[in-house]
């Protein structure tokens, strides 16, 4: 089922579930989008990082 069918019904389980997906993916999302531009500036920065 999708919620672009007629059957589609917005009841109290799919607002969980689809509450919860979102949450966890923007979570994810900002994670990597983090991720990248740290990685972008370092890569501009140049220099060797010793870790």
């Given at each position: 089922m999708?919620?672009?069918?007629?059957?589609w019904?917005?009841?109290?389980?799919?607002?969980?579930f689809?509450?919860?997906?979102?949450?966890?993916?923007?979570?994810?999302?900002?994670g990597?989008?983090y991720?990248?531009?740290?990685?972008?500036?370092?890569?501009?920065?140049?220099?060797?990082?010793?870790h």
């Amino acid at each position: 089922m999708f919620p672009f069918c007629f059957e589609w019904v917005w009841d109290m389980g799919h607002m969980v579930f689809h509450g919860g997906l979102w949450y966890a993916l923007s979570i994810i999302g900002m994670g990597m989008t983090y991720c990248i531009i740290k990685a972008v500036i370092d890569t501009r920065r140049g220099g060797s990082s010793h870790h």
